[in-house]
């Protein structure tokens, strides 16, 4: 019997699968489109129904249905068989527990607490009242799977225990802590707070984050899960699972800040809510990372978003830098105005659907926003107006990627300020020196989530069949060529070992063209480490004053380039 993947590709053609995600135009027997893994104006992104796979020209993304959906939601391969299994209508056989890997056993031991904290909130009537009152149908309630955790040190810890889970397993999914004092026993991360369990876009529940119900006066009012190997939160968004079809359809999303906002606004009829609890965000190169990854599958479905934060200066915060991303990565962003002390889940439960309506209808391009708010605080104060004005609004038309944007935006402040726009041009230029940093900063973080986009399938495909060859007495390929190429970087995949043999043997137990793929995911690591290093040396050239290191640094961008060349003539 054939296994699901090919199961799946011979129920799922690539067209379909694709342009369920992006628009594409026939052209012959092939499909076209822009390409949803890099920003372009003319379509570079080929799909051929006959080889059933695609090719970019532009970025040499490349792959099969499995490899398109993996990188387009950012999901390992078990998410992607999943979605596409249930799409296909193929009905996927329980995984071996004992060949199982670490983030299987994570994924079920998650799964159980999950059960485990809906069950608690079925017995408790106070929570479930809390819940009503605060606007949730019951519906709502299970279909966000919403739970709660007893007050108790234990309960959780001692109920997986005896579903057979071990100390080990418990601990790294987040779930209970190890004390200071070793001699104590392990207790509960999250006790006495309602449960909001956090889903990957395919729909398994892989964090929690937890709001405390009766407030001690010493807790934090939210608890989210630490980072596990299968939760990393700058890459997932509250309820991209739900909202990810209604994003595509709408040709928006709404990005709100709460638990609250994102259940009401979606109980409402705004399924293209999401929310970004737990996003770190400071001003590092990793936390600018932390917003694209997080901007990353949104911004492919669609580039126009709404951001709905509440009105308060944490929230205005927030926003700015979401904005300021949102803006440099070419996104049309919008703000809806929050009435004051409101946010998004007051304005539906107390106010009404209407309203929030109203305030996603009317809401403005960002730099219209920022505009109207500082000629209304500085409306008797011309001068102070025009300093505001450079100060916290140029930047933002600074992060614009359209010259044609930037003079619109700059005919608008002037028109509605009076300030002229020679005046507002010439501050812009100065504007452009003093973040030139800050920009080449925005710019490093985007082509480091590129770079792993790019290269982390590649790598995991071919540690995978590596592992797997490892293990058979008849290999069909030496998997030291495999390993000596990713020695640097096969370390880290250890931990996955098992879930990669998995995906191996699932795609090449019966594929005589196990070879012929493997050399040309090496050849396509390899240009990926060539690109790499070409940016490094270009980077030098710029930076070295003295004739010889920029004799050395030439010579080897040449020899960079025949290799690139040799490998793109090679195929």
């Known amino acids: 019997m054939n296994s699901p993947v090919q199961q799946i590709k011979e129920r799922l053609s690539i067209e379909e699968v694709v342009s369920s995600y992006i628009k594409l135009d026939r052209v012959g027997a092939n499909f076209k489109a822009r390409c949803p893994f890099h920003n372009e104006k003319t379509p570079s992104f080929f799909i051929s129904p006959e080889r059933g796979s695609y090719y970019c020209f532009g970025c040499s993304a490349k792959g099969d249905i499995f490899t398109f959906v993996e990188e387009f939601e950012g999901l390992d391969f078990k998410g992607v068989l999943k979605i596409l299994a249930e799409r296909a209508g193929v009905k996927l056989t329980e995984f071996n527990k004992e060949k199982e890997g670490e983030k299987e056993k994570l994924y079920r031991v998650i799964e159980e607490a999950t059960k485990f904290f809906e069950k608690n909130l079925v017995g408790n009537k106070e929570v479930l009242q809390y819940l009503k009152d605060r606007g949730l149908e019951e519906k709502t309630i299970k279909d966000f799977r919403i739970g709660f955790a ?42 006495g707070r309602i449960i909001f ?20 006066g010493k807790s934090a009012k939210y608890l989210n899960s630490p980072e596990t190997p299968i939760f990393n939160k700058s890459s997932v968004l509250f309820g991209i699972d739900k909202a990810k079809e209604a994003i595509r359809k709408n040709n928006f999303s709404i990005l709100v800040e709460g638990q609250f906002d994102l259940i009401l606004s979606h109980q409402a009829g705004f399924k293209n809510t999401v929310a970004s609890s737990g996003t770190a965000m400071t001003d590092t190169i990793e936390s600018k990372e932390n917003i694209i990854n997080n901007l990353g599958l949104i911004i492919r479905l669609s580039k126009n978003i709404v951001l709905a934060y509440d009105a308060d200066r944490a929230g205005i915060k927030a926003s ?33 659907i209407d309203a929030w309506r109203e305030a996603i209808r009317n809401s403005k391009h960002f730099i219209e926003f920022m505009l109207a708010r500082i000629l209304k605080d500085f409306s008797s104060d011309g001068r102070k107006a025009g300093r505001e004005i450079k100060e916290h609004l140029l930047p933002f038309v600074n992060d614009l990627e359209s010259a044609i944007e930037k003079s619109h935006f700059i005919t608008l402040i002037s028109n509605k300020s009076g300030i002229t726009q020679d ?6 230029k100065r504007v452009e020196l003093e973040l030139k940093y800050e920009k080449e900063e925005t710019k490093i973080a985007k082509e480091n989530v590129d770079k792993k986009l790019r290269k982390d399938p590649i790598e995991r495909r071919l540690l995978g069949i ?34 990669l043999i998995y995906e191996a043997e699932e795609f090449y137990s019966n594929n005589e063209n196990l070879e012929k793929d493997v050399h040309e995911m090496l050849l396509n690591v390899e240009e990926e480490y060539l690109n790499e290093e070409l940016s490094k040396k270009m980077l030098e050239l710029q930076n070295f004053k003295g004739k010889e ?16 060349e040799e490998i793109k003539s090679g195929r």
């Not at 057979?164 to 802590?177: H, P, Q």
């Open 320 to 352: 700015n830098r979401f904005a300021k991303i949102a803006l440099s990565l070419g996104m049309d962003v919008k703000v809806a105005s929050m009435p004051e002390g409101m946010d998004p889940a007051d304005l539906i439960s107390k106010v009404g």
């Open 549 to 564: 290191e920029e004799i050395e640094i030439l010579r080897r961008i040449n020899e960079i380039n025949k290799r690139k």
């Open 466 to 499: 590596a592992f797997w060859q490892e293990s058979l007495k008849d290999k069909k390929i030496d998997p030291e060529l495999i390993f000596k190429k990713l020695e640097k970087v096969k370390s880290l995949y250890e931990v996955l070992k098992e879930d």
């Open 150 to 191: 007893l007050l108790d040190w234990r309960k959780l810890f001692d109920f997986l225990k005896s579903k057979n889970f071990t100390e080990k397993e418990i601990e790294s999914a987040g779930l209970a802590k190890k004390p200071d004092d070793p001699s104590k026993a392990m207790y509960d991360r999250f006790r």
């Open 197 to 216: 369990p956090i889903s990957d876009s395919s729909g398994r529940v892989i964090a929690f984050s937890g709001r405390i119900f009766i407030d001690d």
């Open 423 to 428: 005046a507002l041009i010439e501050d812009l």
